[in-house]
């Protein structure tokens, strides 16, 4: 059974920044593309960035590009999410998920981090 345990939100004020875990058990995360999705209050989950297994590629949704970056550590199991300038609009739980390959689809979830910025 795969876990995914996210970590790093908190309360943070507009222009800060933060960087999310995510610590991914079992053995094979290393050859799985990892993803981070985000839902606000009253919002759908939206999509964030995902990264291919090796961490060569990434991707970011358009409104994310710039302020975002996703890497990873595949010797420790976690995916990181780092988040600069933030703004009260990034207010949200996010989520890391596991990738099936080739599929644009995810199999597993993390139980989410809660984000909040303060203006």
């Known amino acids: 059974q795969v876990q995914l345990v996210e970590s790093g939100g908190g309360l943070v004020q507009a222009g800060g920044s933060l960087r999310l875990s995510c610590a991914a058990s079992g053995r094979t995360f290393s050859i799985y593309p990892m993803a981070w999705f985000r839902q606000a209050p009253g919002k759908e989950r939206e999509f964030v960035a995902a990264?291919?297994?090796?961490?060569?590629?990434?991707y970011y949704a358009d409104s994310m590009k710039g302020r975002f970056t996703i890497s990873r550590d595949n010797a420790k199991n976690t995916v990181y999410l780092q988040i600069n300038s933030l703004k009260p609009e990034d207010t949200a739980v996010y989520y890391c998920?596991?990738?099936?390959?080739?599929?644009?689809?995810?199999?597993?979830w993390g139980q989410g981090t809660q984000v909040t910025v303060s203006s």
């Open positions: 998920a596991r990738g099936v390959a080739g599929t644009g689809e995810y199999d597993y």
């Open positions: 990264i291919s297994w090796s961490g060569s590629s990434t």
